[in-house]
């Protein structure tokens, strides 16, 4: 299976610009959320 292993279990879409470019800030999982930073617009969602 692929290695890079963060677990994302989707591809998320920025809603500020578009870019589906992320990278992992914190995850939780017990909750099963991460928040993740676009590269592009530094905005923070949580998945
Ligand atoms: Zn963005």
Not at 15 to 41: H, L, N, Q, Y
């Amino acid at each position: 299976m692929v290695g890079m292993g963060e677990g994302l279990r989707a591809c998320p879409i920025c809603p500020g610009c578009g870019s589906k470019k992320f990278r992992i800030i914190s995850r939780d999982d017990e909750a099963m959320r991460v928040t993740v930073e676009c590269t592009a617009c530094l905005r923070q969602i949580t998945i």
